[in-house]
């Protein structure tokens, strides 16, 4: 059975007095993440909620699926915060006083070709030197230059840090790894400062073979300096960790046949510039059994990926609060979705959750994507998909932030959706918003562009606030709005427009009253409608963004039994008495009146 992560409880530590287990003066993204965590009032929380893993091997094939019953479990909450999680995830690579070091104390490595000295009066009794193999065998600080035809080795049973400054390296090995960290306790690699440096490895590996990456670590592994990296990863990955991965710094660019940047347990970037081209994932984490390992975590830094698999992968969580985030996956929303590859941009199997930064995807398959939940609680999302947006399989939440979904099929999609803040607009070829069990909006503002239904729910949709405005279909199979189990309406402000054919409105004894009017025409793109009440007051404006057929409208100036009359450019096209809306109401002209609703699509 594949190892399943359960997703965490609300009792999820949600403020500063609860620091994280092993939080250090050296991790200011630590602290930064934590700085005011979202509360959510009403926050949609599941019991008895059924979610499903697939474990993925390395072409991107599926290895089997598991399915585990979470009623058993914590409750699950959609809207669990970066702190939160980073809290219950383990620390990545680095401790206090890593960065720092004496000079006097590193030993020069100069490589010359197909070999390499020590610098004379260097303590050498940490390195051997086999004609083009350097292996360093003990705990310290090396600064490498020069180039070599071959490979350098760390293999040390030593406790305590492996620093490896690159000042102006270029190894390349057409044999093996470039640099392989195959045994220490934990390893640092150093870009000097103005240097630039070049690892790049062998076109093949055997199958089983355990290194495997142009830069290879079986330790934790931080990247670090203010110089540049190129890495060439011509056999597989570019660079992996068997263990954690930290990238604080540096300007990284990694081109891999496979994975760009793999670290099993977790890879965090909190600074640097980092690019991955890749041929399988772009960033992968892939440790799914243990609960607080195999996540990816962007703190900070400009994040660029090109992939032909996932750019995100990570077996549990990924999350990002800082930095910038650009990715393109499986050639973009204009390419066809692969059946063997997966091609989704930001995928995590427990959970995603964005609490700020920049972040745009580009995706063949679903831009942001998780069998679980999603939480989008801060900073600015840009997604452009050939599916869905954000496809979460038990719960999204979107607490705040920008969200513009510039291109889907269907732009938001997950079993129960709850819409409490933040600024979104979504652009749909199929529905905007599709709902299996539930929708609820208590703020924010969402705007819709769907050619198949506005909001749609299998069961009910709930709205207590918020401003909604929904540009629905022109074809009538469709309408602005589809719900299976009633729409119940306390507050806020929802306008929408569309076809005449499938239109329906709030339920008419909802706490706020609803108007559903089918016009005598079609009213064409780029016209002002207007609602106007019996004594000639407009309770609300909307500009038609494509033909539109019907317009339901509902806020608090609405009086239920009241007579509402709809004029486009001055004339009348219709109207409706509020607290009587009928659904599926025919073309145009086809009137309000009795008989059974037509079967909505």
């Known amino acids: 059975m594949t ?26 993204w630590l602290a ?13 929380v599941f019991a008895g909620c059924t979610a499903t893993n697939t474990a993925a091997t390395d072409d991107g094939s599926s290895s089997g699926d598991s399915t585990v019953s979470l009623a058993a479990t914590a409750s699950v909450d959609p809207g669990v915060t970066a702190a939160e999680a980073m809290a219950e995830n383990e620390d990545p690579p680095g401790e206090d006083g890593d960065d720092t070091w004496d000079t006097a104390d590193e030993v020069a490595i100069s490589l010359d070709g197909t070999t390499a000295t020590v610098a004379d009066g260097a303590d050498a009794t940490g390195v051997s030197v086999d004609g083009d193999t350097v292996t360093i065998t003990a705990a310290g600080t090396y600064r490498l230059s020069g180039e070599l035809a071959g490979q350098v080795v760390v293999d040390t049973a030593d406790e305590g840090l492996v620093r490896i400054i690159l000042d102006g390296v270029d190894i390349t090995s057409d044999s093996t790894a470039a ?18 440096n070049t690892l790049a490895d062998t076109s093949s590996y055997a199958e089983d073979a355990d290194v495997n990456a142009a830069l290879f670590s079986s330790a934790d592994l931080e990247i ?9 990863g011509n056999g597989n990955d570019g660079i992996a960790s068997k263990d954690g991965l930290l990238v604080s710094g540096g300007e990284i660019t990694v081109d891999a046949v496979d994975d760009g940047i793999r670290g099993k347990d977790e890879v965090v970037i909190e600074g640097g510039t980092v690019t991955v081209t890749a041929g399988g994932d772009g960033l992968k984490a892939d ?27 990570a077996a549990t969580d990924v999350v990002i609060w800082g930095g910038t985030l650009d990715v393109t996956a499986g050639g973009g929303a204009g390419s066809s979705v692969s059946e063997d590859t997966s091609t989704k941009g930001v995928k995590g199997a427990v959970s995603v959750i964005v609490d700020g930064g920049e972040v745009a995807v580009d995706a063949a398959d679903d831009a942001i994507h998780t069998d679980n939940t999603a939480h989008l609680a801060n900073g600015s999302i840009t997604l452009a998909t050939g599916d869905d947006g954000v496809h979460a399989e038990v719960a999204l939440t979107v607490s705040g932030g920008t969200l513009d979904v510039t291109t889907s099929y269907e732009a938001l999609e997950a079993d129960a959706i709850a819409i409490a803040g933040g600024d979104t607009s979504v652009t749909a070829s199929d529905d905007g918003v599709n709902a299996g069990s539930s929708l609820e909006i208590s703020g924010g503002e969402l705007v819709v562009d769907a050619e198949g239904d506005g909001l749609d729910s299998n069961g009910t949709i709930a709205m207590s606030g918020g401003d909604v405005v929904v540009n629905g279909p022109t074809g009538q199979g469709n309408g602005a709005l589809d719900v299976d189990g009633g729409f119940d309406i306390t507050g806020g402000t929802l306008v929408a427009g569309g076809s005449s054919g499938m239109a329906v409105a709030p339920s008419a004894d909802a706490a706020q009253a609803s108007v559903l009017v089918a016009f005598s025409q079609q009213v064409a793109a780029g016209t002002e409608l207007q609602v106007v009440a019996s004594d000639g ?10 033909s539109v057929g019907s317009l339901a409208v509902s806020n608090a100036d609405l009086v239920n039994g009241e007579t509402y009359t709809v004029t486009a450019n001055g004339s009348t096209v219709g109207s409706g008495v509020a607290g009587e809306q009928v659904s599926g109401m025919g073309g145009p002209g086809g009137g309000t009146g009795g008989g059974a609703p037509a079967p909505r699509g």
């Open 537 to 546: 007051t407009v309770v609300a404006t909307y500009t038609a963004a494509k």
């Open 179 to 196: 640099l392989a960290i195959v045994n220490a306790d934990r390893a640092q690699v150093v870009l000097a400062d103005g240097s630039e």
């Open 287 to 313: 440790n799914a059994e243990e609960a607080d390992r195999g996540y990816i975590a962007i703190a900070g830094g400009t994040v660029t990926v090109d992939a032909g698999g996932d750019g995100l992968d």
């Open 3 to 28: 190892p399943f992560r359960f997703p965490r409880s609300a009792s999820a530590p949600a403020d500063d007095t609860a620091a994280p287990r092993a939080a250090t003066a050296r991790r200011p």
């Open 32 to 44: 930064a993440a934590r700085v005011a965590p979202i509360v959510l009032a009403g926050t949609l």
């Open 224 to 232: 670090a300096g203010s110089g540049s990296l190129t890495v060439q």
